[in-house]
């Protein structure tokens, strides 16, 4: 049972430059999320999927689109990338009266 | 408003002694709180999940709630430097799917052997 996966692992982008974050749960979980780990900031949500076929914006979408294309797969893409959108991103996702399951994280440089 | 605090640490304590962890929160529409555990360069793992004020307890981790005084707790019995990692509390409205999870920073603790 992989849980959620992401890919991929490393990213260094230049700026302007655009890519794609993919996710993948295989737990059967309605919701998926995503979010972004910056020093002393903490875990910050991105845009969060409800269900399939619905999207919604978190604390800081701004520079962010998503995509979520079945009940396994939310992706998120950046457009074009800033140095401010260098970070660490977690994908997870969460059943009905239970904790989130996180992925293992995509270390994003933007140079 | 969603801010949820938690002190940053590090904490530093000899092995086998009693860790206690807090965060404090604002909102009192929160319901359902988290501890997750990190490791470095991983992503977070769930450790506790409880629902609106009470103990819960899972071998040497319990977890309290005490929603009156929008505060709860993490106490790990007889620590071990396998337990040093960051420890985040986290937080949301509803039980799973609606508004995702308000995080504190995290704590930094560390077990010294």
């Known amino acids: 049972n992989a849980g959620v996966t992401q890919t991929p692992k490393f990213q260094v982008l230049k700026t302007g430059q655009s890519m794609t974050l993919q996710c993948a749960q295989d737990?059967?979980?309605?919701?998926m999320y995503w979010y972004r780990q910056d020093p002393g900031m903490g875990l910050r949500l991105i845009y969060y999927?409800?269900?399939?076929?619905?999207?919604d914006k978190g604390e800081v979408p701004n520079g962010y689109n998503v995509s979520r294309l079945n009940k396994r797969e939310f992706s998120l893409r950046l457009e074009s990338a800033a140095p401010s959108q260098t970070s660490v991103y977690f994908c997870?996702?969460?059943?009905?009266?239970?904790?989130?399951?996180f992925g293992s994280g995509t270390r994003l440089t933007v140079v | 408003q969603k801010e949820v605090e938690q002190d940053p640490g590090p904490l530093s304590v000899p092995e086998g002694a009693i860790v206690s962890l807090n965060c404090t929160y604002s909102?009192?529409?929160?319901?359902?709180f988290m501890w997750y555990r990190q490791y470095s360069r991983k992503g977070p793992e769930l450790l506790m999940y409880?629902?609106?004020?009470g103990n819960k307890e899972d071998g040497r981790f319990t977890a309290q709630v005490d929603k009156s005084s929008k505060y709860i707790s993490l106490f790990i019995r007889d620590s071990q430097p396998s337990d040093s990692a960051t420890y985040l509390c986290?937080?949301?409205?509803?039980?799973?799917?609606?508004?995702?999870?308000?995080f504190g920073k995290g704590t930094h603790l560390i077990i010294q052997p």
């Open positions: 409880t629902y609106s004020s």
């Open positions: 986290a937080m949301s409205f509803s039980g799973g799917g609606a508004d995702g999870l308000t």
């Open positions: 737990m059967n979980h309605n919701s």
């Open positions: 997870a996702s969460s059943r009905v009266d239970y904790g989130y399951t």
């Open positions: 909102n009192s529409a929160f319901q359902y």
């Open positions: 999927s409800a269900s399939e076929g619905t999207t």
